[in-house]
């Protein structure tokens, strides 16, 4: 767990110097993270399955383009950033593509809170407030990295079922409505997922 | 990690097995952070232990991509969002200092708000300051139609505050979906006027009351959020004013949008008030721009149009409380919420309003200022049109040589009604209107040259009027569309010949073409600079 972080603080700082491969590295090991993400940030707030594959592709490119920008330095900080971006864009392509009075949302500008800050896409380009409290960090980034990997290789049944019940945390009423099953076989599904989930896990970490 | 794995059920049956129960009960609680249960579920099952690391995993990963882990910055992401005795469940909203999440009580079982201070404990001791001095006065007001503090406190540096959790949704999403009639949105808006007029009877002054703070419950009634957020989290209006992000100016007082800070008043609110009235009754926002300098001017200066314009079916007495409400002059409208909502209760019970028609002085006041921009132009062709007049009474053998001039000069003032007009009937389109209009400046002022060869003259010098004009809209493009335009005009009139007997010299033309592109760059950089001070932050 420990080699995650100092991988992470290395690959950082190449990638800082300006070397083009680290940056890469970098991003290439966030790939599937930034996947659940987008889906996870649309869904949420459009309450379907969508494709992502648009809002990954350009908050990747974004994140390419701002990094020099991202001031961080933990790989917490790391991960939030990535994810503020995703969770930008998604608000932008909702705003554009979903809500009725866009244009009306988006003009808006509040003054500061009340909920209507919500529409309000904050610079995902500041740092983030470092308040490190190691004790409470359950889960380092080189886990969460290696997870949505897993979760990504899973055949798509098992991959659907674990990111509805898990990642979204829907509960198994509205996961079996999702995937138009009963709720028995979602639930039986989410066990073999899990298993299966664990086990490649347990083969991937042994040497 | 050698240990073996539980034997896992693999049967076909549509029921869950006794496995798949435990697997879920051991999800909810690693996913509530109940550690009694977690315990108990392992100590009747050992081999649950290893999976309860997974599972906390993977919720870990949920929250990390959901987001809205970070607590205020307080949690680092992808920990446990637990908060005092709060569990922290989604993020509602975020602004340049505060943020508020919905958040479960468990110890009273109980939805809350619970609102902190952006930045957590990198907060400033001034922003602490003003943080608390809006809880503390947020904990003493108690009315229905308010959401109620509960707890003012700080855990682990992190200054927050409880306050009831209102299920709804925000007036702003409501109004972009549904219509209201006329008569429930007044029924809608009472309490909250009320509401309003109870912290003005005790000396507080909301200033931020707008669509977005007003949350409406399921059972249909207006909730204030949000309150005093305005007020004591940013209590000096400039600093909004000069800071980088403006506000929706939309429902802000012309004497807010000035920056008078020391002349608000309770007034203020029933500007506000009477804006949210507006938008429910016509559909639209009193006034709307793109622009946040232009939609500022509008707010200073321009008068509204009638409800009635977009909602034949408001009544005008309505109509003149909602007016009453948005006079540009604190001192004309209500002085408190408490009056309005009064006069909106005689409305509803048929009563005669206390706002009435008003005295014609003062309708003449609201037409000009209706036609603010028309007006100055027809009194400036109105003095042309008088000089030619003039000119031909003193001179009556040049009659014939001026009539078609003021045959132009007439036309001139027609067609800028008529596109003052069109602007007025169709607000979407007044962009196109108003630069019809800078067109039709140049185009007449151009004939009326070509007519009277006065290119060489004095007149000429209009063009610089017609393009410093144009830097009123504000938008540097307009600017310069007078300038092309008036540079292709002067072009066409040097094709005249010159007055017999005059010379017309090529290094003056050209110098007078420059000194109307430099009238234009100095106009479009005025307009650029206000626009300028105003653009609120983009989103890279």
């Given amino acids: ?207 | 990690m050698s240990e073996s794995p539980p034997s896992l059920a693999r049967s076909e049956s549509d029921e869950p097995s006794a496995d798949v129960l435990r697997m879920e009960k051991l999800f909810q609680a690693v996913v509530a952070n109940d550690q009694s249960t977690i315990e108990r579920l392992i100590e009747e099952d050992r081999g649950l232990a290893d999976w309860k690391n997974l599972l906390g995993d993977l919720h870990s990963l949920g929250q990390q991509t959901r987001g809205g882990a970070e607590v205020a910055g307080l949690l680092p992401s992808g920990a446990e969002r637990i908060f005092g005795r709060y569990r922290l469940q989604e993020e509602l909203g975020r602004g340049g200092m505060g943020v508020v999440y919905r958040a479960w009580q468990a110890d009273l079982s109980r939805p809350v708000a619970i609102k902190m201070i952006l930045g957590g404990q990198l907060s400033s001791d001034e922003q602490v300051r003003r943080f608390q001095a809006e809880a503390q006065l947020a904990a003493q007001v108690r009315h229905p139609q308010i959401v109620t503090i509960h707890e003012v406190g700080e855990i682990d540096g992190q200054h927050f505050y409880a306050m009831e959790y209102v299920d709804g949704i925000g007036l702003d999403r409501y109004l972009a979906e549904n219509r209201v009639e006329a008569e429930e949105a007044v029924r809608l808006l009472i309490p909250v006027i009320r509401a309003v007029q109870h912290l003005h009877e005790r000396n507080i002054i909301h200033r931020d009351l707008k669509p977005a703070n007003l949350i409406l419950d399921r059972e249909r009634r207006l909730h204030v959020a949000d309150f005093g957020l305005a007020t004591l989290l940013n209590p000096d209006t400039r600093q909004t004013l000069s800071g980088t992000v403006l506000g929706t100016p939309a429902y802000m007082s012309p004497e807010q949008a000035a920056g008078k800070v020391k002349e608000l008043s309770p007034a203020a609110d029933v500007y506000s008030l009477g804006a949210i009235l507006y938008q429910m009754l016509a559909g639209r926002k009193v006034f709307d721009d793109e622009s946040p300098a232009l939609l500022l001017l509008q707010v200073i200066e321009r008068e509204p149009q009638p409800v009635m314009a977009f909602n034949p079916r408001v009544p005008r007495r309505l109509w003149w409380i909602v007016r009453r409400c948005l006079e540009k002059d604190p001192h004309r409208r209500y002085p408190n919420a408490g009056e309005l909502a009064d006069d909106l209760e005689r409305f509803l019970r048929d009563d005669s309003v206390v706002a009435g028609k008003d005295a014609w002085s003062q309708e003449i006041v609201r037409f000009l200022r209706r036609h603010r921009t028309v007006m100055y132009r027809l009194a400036a062709i109105g003095t042309a049109l008088l000089v030619v007049l003039a000119r031909m009474c003193e001179a009556p053998e040049y009659a014939a040589f001026y009539r078609p001039v003021v045959v132009d000069i007439v036309a001139w003032g027609l067609l800028v009604v008529l596109w003052d007009v069109l602007g007025q009937r169709r607000p979407a389109q007044r962009d196109l209107t108003s630069t019809a209009t800078t067109f039709t400046d140049v185009v007449v002022l151009t004939h009326i040259l070509w007519l009277t060869q006065a290119v060489d003259g004095p007149v000429v010098s209009l063009y610089h009027i017609v393009i410093s004009a144009a830097g009123l809209s504000l938008r540097p493009r307009r600017v310069w569309l007078a300038v092309g335009a008036s540079l292709i005009a002067y072009g066409l009139l040097m094709l005249q010949p010159p007055e017999e007997g005059m010379i017309r010299l090529p290094h003056l033309s050209i110098l007078y073409a420059l000194s109307l592109i430099v009238c234009g760059a100095i106009s479009s950089s005025h307009a650029r600079r206000l626009a300028l001070l105003t653009i609120a932050d983009k989103t890279p």
């Fill in chain 1, 1 to 207: 767990m420990s080699g995650g972080s100092t991988t992470f603080q290395d690959r950082l700082a190449r990638a800082r110097r300006g070397e083009a491969s680290a940056r890469d590295e970098l991003f290439a090991s966030c790939r599937s993270f930034v996947g659940l993400c987008a889906r996870a940030q649309l869904e949420q707030k459009l309450r379907r399955k969508v494709d992502a594959s648009d809002l990954v592709q350009q908050s990747l490119l974004d994140a390419h383009r701002g990094f020099e920008r991202f001031r961080g330095s933990t790989p917490d900080e790391w991960m939030a950033w990535l994810r503020r971006i995703v969770s930008n864009n998604a608000l932008d392509l909702i705003r554009h593509h979903v809500q009725a009075d866009a244009r009306a949302v988006s003009r808006e500008r509040p003054l500061e809170g009340g909920p209507e800050t919500s529409t309000v896409a904050f610079n995902p380009f500041e740092p983030a407030a470092r308040q490190e409290t190691p004790s409470q960090v359950l889960m380092g980034m080189e886990r969460h990295l290696e997870l949505a990997a897993a979760i990504e290789q899973l055949s798509e049944d098992h991959r659907e079922v674990v990111y509805l019940r898990n990642v979204l945390g829907l509960p198994f009423d509205e996961v079996a409505t999702r995937m138009e099953r009963s709720r028995g076989a979602v639930q039986m599904l989410w066990m073999r997922a899990l298993e299966t989930l664990r086990s490649n896990l347990a083969r991937e970490s042994r040497p």
